[in-house]
């Protein structure tokens, strides 16, 4: 069974401009829960969704957004880019996201770097 | 809000010695996961621990669920060099749904 797939690897924006990412959960996974990494924060939660609902949101502004799709895949948007959101962002799946089924397999992540 | 206070914070260890590591919570955690994290990929899932005073085994990897629900260990024996990364605990707890909360991490290096 293929794991969690995350696209795109790598990517470089400037201030002020808006990202995209994706993510592909394991197949049969419907939780889809976004998290921030950074060196000074560690692993933050960002949100999650779950039949193409948000149940679930961290403690972060506005411009960052999410979306779940019916086939479960996810994207989360962040706009109006600031340097502080430069950051490895993990996107992870789990069957239900409760009980034993909680248990949350991670993608590679997105590098994004904002100059 | 939940934290986790995981210890110790980096370990440089022979190889073939045992390792342990530790992650204490403010509050009740239904589920504790293990993971570990090599340079720029996600985590990799360890050991999931589901029931108050369970302990688990995944090779040489030994994880504990603690009687208070407050509290997990894990425990590598005869570490090699390959264990070298970042050991991440992370707990769930009841409503929270598909929210992980995270220790700060342990950085193991292990000398050959």
């Known amino acids: 069974k293929a794991g969690v797939t995350q696209t795109p690897r790598y990517l470089i924006k400037t201030r002020g401009q808006q990202v995209t990412l994706s993510c592909s959960p394991i197949?049969?996974?419907?939780?889809v829960s976004w998290y921030q990494q950074t060196p000074g924060q560690g692993l933050q939660f960002l949100f999650e969704y779950f039949s193409e609902t948000q149940r679930n949101k961290g403690n972060f502004p506005g411009r960052f957004s999410g979306r779940q799709f019916s086939n479960s895949r996810s994207e989360m948007n962040v706009s109006t880019l600031e340097l502080g959101d430069s950051a490895l962002y993990l996107c992870?799946?789990?069957?239900?996201?409760?009980?034993?089924?909680?248990?949350?397999?991670f993608g590679p992540g997105t590098r994004l770097l904002v100059l | 809000g939940q934290q986790l206070n995981q210890s110790p914070q980096s370990m440089f260890i022979q190889e073939g010695e045992d390792v342990s590591m530790n992650c204490t919570s403010s509050s009740i955690f239904n589920t504790w996961l293990w993971y570990k994290q090599d340079p720029g990929e996600g985590p990799v899932l360890l050991i999931a621990?589901?029931?108050?005073?369970e302990l688990t085994s995944n090779g040489r990897l030994t994880a504990q669920f603690g009687t208070t629900r407050k509290d997990s260990f894990l425990n590598i024996s005869a570490s090699i060099p390959s264990d070298v990364g970042i050991y991440f605990c992370?707990?769930?707890?009841?409503?929270?749904?598909?929210?992980?909360?995270f220790g700060q991490g342990t950085t193991l290096q292990v000398k050959p």
């Open positions: 621990l589901y029931k108050a005073g």
């Open positions: 992370a707990g769930h707890g009841s409503g929270n749904t598909g929210k992980l909360i």
């Open positions: 992870a799946s789990s069957l239900m996201g409760s009980g034993s089924a909680e248990t949350q397999y």
């Open positions: 197949s049969g996974h419907r939780s």
